[in-house]
T-cell receptor, first 119, second 110 residues
Framework: GAVVSQHPSRVICKSGTSVKIECRSL??????MFWYRQFPKQSLMLMAT?????????EQGVEKDKFLINHASLTLSTLTVTSAHPEDSSFYIC???????????????FGPGTRLTVL | QKEVEQDPGPLSVPEGAIVSLNCTYS??????FMWYRQYSRKGPELLMY????GNKEDGRFTAQVDKSSKYISLFIRDSQPSDSATYLC??????????FGTGTSLTVIP
């Protein structure tokens, strides 16, 4: 299947700092990428949908000024958590949508996730 | 009513058992149906993919879609301890948002 990488896999930062997480589709071009947040033993919570070359669409309740998303190319999307606070500590997962990956029409491939801990 | 309903479990079975995981949905426009497996602290991994109704088999895994009942299932035969994970169902209308179940936690006991 298609490969999506995410970097870093784990980050610890101080309260008030900003953290950038990168999501890359390694073997396909992703016109759409998604960012999710997941709390322990809970399901995925969609934060935003990112389309290459346009502004991200945020889900209700997600602060777009706090979670900055940039999708500058067909293989890279970034999520920046600005002025991070302890309540932002979570597991952040990106996914990329490939409409033609391996003959499978329209599915999402997930990155390995980034565990953010804000002290 | 949620778009997708999935029993969170947890489900615990002995090694070798047949496991049945299920999701129901309300949107008759869904056409793509997926099952993802997520190990602890990892991203979800695409396990099975089905378009419209019918069955699909891949090794020990069988995915079934019954659009008339708005019900999908994942069967795992000869379950192994390495199958212990959370299983998420997902579905979509082509070109639109994906909807995920809450996930079912499965433990296969050796």
């Amino acid at each position: 299947g298609a490969v999506v990488s995410q970097h870093p896999s784990r980050v610890i930062c101080k309260s008030g700092t900003s953290v950038k997480i990168e999501c890359r589709s390694l073997d396909f071009q992703a016109t759409t990428m998604f960012w999710y947040r997941q709390f322990p033993k809970q399901s995925l919570m969609l934060m935003a949908t990112s389309n290459e070359g346009s502004k991200a669409t945020y889900e209700q309740g997600v602060e777009k000024d706090k979670f900055l998303i940039n999708h500058a190319s067909l293989t890279l999307s970034t999520l920046t958590v600005t002025s991070a606070h302890p309540e932002d500590s979570s597991f952040y997962i990106c996914s990329a949508r490939d409409p033609l990956a391996g003959g499978i029409a329209d599915t999402q491939y997930f990155g390995p996730g980034t565990r953010l801990t804000v002290l | 009513q949620k778009e997708v309903e999935q029993d969170p479990g947890p489900l615990s079975v002995p090694e070798g058992a047949i496991v049945s995981l299920n999701c129901t949905y309300s949107n008759s426009a869904f056409q793509y149906f997926m099952w993802y497996r997520q190990y602890s602290r990892k991203g979800p991994e695409l396990l099975m993919y089905t378009y419209s109704s019918g069955n699909k088999e891949d090794g020990r895994f069988t995915a079934q879609v019954d659009k008339s009942s708005k019900y999908i299932s994942l069967f795992i035969r000869d379950s192994q301890p390495s199958d212990s994970a959370t299983y998420l169902c997902a579905m979509s209308v082509p070109g639109n948002q994906f909807y995920f179940g809450t996930g079912t936690s499965l433990t296969v006991i050796p």
